[in-house]
């Protein structure tokens, strides 16, 4: 094993690193700490916190990549393309692969096909699947009880899981609070305690039990059927967890510097700054966004063409094209964001205590930084966070019109785009278009409840 | 009012300039023709004549900016910059990679365009506004609750889904109209009303949630407290007085998306096969056609462009304060 970093890895675990660092510089200012106590009482904000936290596990553990073989550096390129460790955990499923087309939990194919019988003939019918169901003696009388039996067992594991999980958390409660853990158990139950645990405990109850069953029967079927080429489409989208991610949290790399920057500077030199700044924005903004990423994604293209060697490797040149999709994304992305931080930080410059640091001599860049910024960081982080269900959501539009990630990166829009004449046929392939549904759906409506309640909290004008 | 019309239609003039200059450098400079050209002809197997043919019968095989080799005027004239770009302002869109004339498609494909953009936008508009004063009368009970649960619901799911199961469910299941396709003549109806419910579904969960806010922050002021002590009903209070007031955001938001109507919609159109603007556009990126891509580019910044200044105009014809210096 030869851990490897791709790009992306990198950069995801810097925005991780960046948060964390953010949220410990917030912990000690009282002014940042109060809106937060807001969100932390808001059930919905804290149950999507719940939810996005799953998630986030999920793509950390699948931005861990490495070559699964010690001779990594010697062997051919492409036979042994780098893994990452969600991969290697969830190693059956990428491999249990069939033929075309089953259902979700189907023991036999889509398709007929031609079978040998014991006579020596042949006769028309549906063939056995080579991974799901193949436990099964006789799928059509055992393959109910044994979907059930297999599905409770999971969620008692997952049940299990969540217990130790609960009493966890409970006994680290009780000694925080230094309480008899007897009555922490019995407030958390009744709803009692300033941070809603118990229904946040209940959406982990819920996801572990579901995350159980998922996984036990995942073992023996294909718990959201296979692909046009057999894959598991389960895997897909718990893949496409990492790429929807890092869409939605890479952009911000480049939106918050330019915006930052360029936003303070107009507002606060005024001037010829100002209007370069503002012409440079509205010259962008007017630009059909769809088209801008078009062109810049054809370009990337041309260029990946161009130079060939410098792509060897196909994960390589998948990884680069998503991050490149980030930046271009970014480009897009900072004008909004750019304008409220003018119009914030020109009312700001004509408040008194801004006056008076600048008659006490203070500089240009001290004024910025110690008066400004501090003052409308809460405008950044409203945007940050409501912009990423957004950039979630556009990632699948791009893929669709082909100009989202790489054809070869699990991306819901690469799966919804590959399945939506899938629905035409007799019967219809109804279960990718389902899955990617599911996921992404439950992804961004968890963000799109916290940034509600981050937005409440943190807006002066909406809070009280 | 006539002085700043003039000041702001030549404030355009550079904003053109800048997105002409920017597609340029796009699509000629850090994309050179040679490198559209492999794209076009396939990247193996391509001999310099092969790129050489293709470039001359595009024009692309001219100086970027500076034609030393011309005489007098041709030296600018004779440029890629001068053939390609500078038409744009006046238009002139010239042939697609393919060779069609652009300009004449522009001209044909945006009336499908329109069919199904302008119903859509009056008719969203229409839906959301109406829904958003319903929430706004129920305010403070379970009902605003659960219908801002759900707007925020029917906002977290992709516009891709909407058209999918749209199309699976009207089309496949009900067989009630058309999957997808167009006609222009009077049988229009039957393939524009299902791109036209979709759109206005799409649109609701955060179309309802933005009015609500505007309304919600009218819905406290003195004007509105007066008109319920003189003993208005809440309707009339809220669809007359309300609604009247909070037509400033609402308007700003509808007239600068007016003239992007002729563009259409990208998805609509491309999944209802609709030979609009946008199914144009979406061929376009995916043949990788950069002079359709090109000018689309620049056909959308001006229609935005003017929107902006529609803008402008239309605050003085619903607020009567507003005056534009």
Redesign the interface.
């Given at each position: 094993m030869i851990p490897t970093l791709f790009w992306t890895d990198g950069l995801f675990f810097l925005v991780l690193a960046m948060a964390g660092a953010l949220v410990l510089v917030m912990r000690r200012r009282e002014h940042f700490r109060r809106p937060w106590r807001t969100v932390s009482r808001s059930t919905p904000a804290m149950v999507s916190l719940v939810v996005i936290a799953v998630y986030l596990a999920v793509g950390i553990v699948d931005s861990v990549h490495f070559f699964p073989r010690a001779d990594a550096a010697g062997s051919a390129a492409g036979a042994n393309e780098p893994i990452s460790l969600l991969d290697h955990w969830l190693g059956g499923l990428r491999t249990r692969t069939e033929k075309t087309y089953s259902e979700p939990f189907a023991a036999y194919a889509y398709a007929k096909e031609h079978l040998p019988t014991a006579d020596g003939g042949q006769r028309w019918d549906y063939p056995r699947l080579t991974y799901g169901g193949a436990h099964l003696v006789d799928p059509e009388s055992e393959r109910v009880r044994d979907i059930a039996v297999t599905g409770v067992r999971g969620a008692g594991q997952g049940g299990l899981m969540w217990l130790i999980a609960a009493a966890g958390i409970a006994a680290l409660i009780a000694r925080s609070r230094r309480e008899p853990i007897g009555r922490v158990v019995h407030r958390v139950a009744r709803g009692q305690t300033p941070l809603p645990w118990r229904a946040m405990l209940l959406t982990l109850l819920l996801l572990c039990v579901g995350g159980g069953a998922i996984a036990e029967w995942s073992a023996h079927y294909h718990v959201f059927g296979t692909d046009k080429v057999g894959a598991d489409v389960l895997y897909q989208t718990i893949k496409s967890i990492r790429t929807g991610l890092l869409i939605g949290t890479l952009t911000t790399f480049v939106t918050l510097p330019l915006a930052l920057v360029l936003g303070l500077a107009a507002g606060y030199f005024r001037g010829w700054a100002d209007d370069l700044i503002q012409y440079l924005y509205t010259t962008l903004n007017s630009i059909p966004h769809v088209l801008l990423i078009a062109a810049a994604i054809l370009l990337t293209q041309v260029y990946m063409a161009k130079h060939e060697e410098a792509f060897a490797s196909l994960a390589l040149r998948a990884d680069l094209r998503l991050l490149f999709l980030c930046l271009i994304l970014g480009l897009t992305n900072w004008t909004g964001l750019c304008r409220l931080l003018r119009a914030e930080t020109l009312k700001l410059r004509e408040l008194e205590y801004v006056q008076a640091a600048r008659a006490l001599g203070v500089r240009d860049h001290g004024i910025l930084l110690r008066h400004i910024l501090p003052n409308v960081f809460h405008i950044v982080l409203i945007s940050v966070v409501l912009d990423f269900s957004g950039l979630v959501l556009a990632e699948a539009v791009l893929s669709y019109i082909n100009i989202g990630v790489d054809p070869t990166t699990e991306s819901w829009g690469n799966m919804i785009n590959s399945a939506r004449l899938e629905l035409a046929r007799e019967p219809p392939v109804w279960w990718s278009l389902a899955a990617a549904f599911v996921f992404m759906f439950t992804l961004v409506l968890a963000a799109n409840l916290f940034a509600d309640a981050v937005r409440d909290a943190l807006d002066p004008r909406r809070a009280e | 009012m006539s002085a700043y019309l003039i000041r702001r239609l030549l404030y355009a003039v550079?904003?053109l300039l800048?997105?002409n200059i920017?597609?340029f450098l796009?699509?000629f400079v850090?994309?050179t023709p040679d490198?559209?050209a492999?794209?076009q002809l396939g990247?193996k197997r391509v001999g310099p004549e092969a790129i050489r043919d293709w470039k001359h019968e595009r024009g692309y095989d001219l100086p970027l900016l500076w034609n030393e080799g011309a005489e007098g005027t041709a030296q600018v004239t004779e440029t890629i910059f001068y053939q390609k770009s500078v038409g744009l302002f006046l238009f002139r869109f010239g042939r697609s990679d393919q060779g069609r004339d652009i300009g004449a498609d522009i001209r044909t494909r945006m009336w499908p365009s329109l069919a199904i953009a302008t119903p859509s936008l009056v008719l969203g508009v229409a839906v959301n506004v109406s829904l958003a004063l319903l929430v706004v009368l129920f305010r403070l009970t379970y009902l605003e609750f659960w219908g801002m649960a759900l707007c925020?619901?029917l906002?977290?799911?992709?516009?891709?889904?909407y058209i999918?199961g749209g199309?699976?469910l009207f089309g496949?299941l009900l067989q009630l109209v058309p999957i997808s396709g167009y006609d222009g003549g009077r049988d229009a109806w039957r393939f524009l009303i299902l791109p036209l419910t979709i759109s206005v579904i799409s649109g609701i969960g955060s179309g309802v949630r933005w009015y609500r806010t505007l309304f919600l922050d009218e819905v406290e002021k003195d004007y509105v407290r007066t008109a319920r002590a003189k003993g208005l009903g809440e309707l009339r209070v809220l669809f007359t007085h309300v609604l009247r007031n909070a037509l400033i955001p609402i308007l700003t938001g509808i007239v600068v998306l007016l003239p992007l109507l002729f563009?259409g919609s990208?998805?609509n159109e491309?999944f209802f096969a609709i030979p609009g603007l946008g199914s144009y556009?979406?061929d376009a990126?995916?043949q990788?056609d950069?002079a359709i891509?090109r000018s689309?580019?620049y056909l959308?910044?001006t229609l935005?462009?003017l929107g902006?200044l529609l803008t402008d105009i239309s605050y003085t014809l619903v607020d009567p304060r507003v005056r534009l210096h």
């Open positions: - | 550079p904003l800048g997105v920017l597609t796009l699509f850090v994309n490198d559209m492999r794209m990247q925020v619901a906002m977290s799911v992709s516009s891709l889904f999918i199309q699976y496949k563009t990208l998805l491309s556009t979406i990126i995916q990788q950069f891509v689309m580019v959308g910044s935005y462009i902006l």
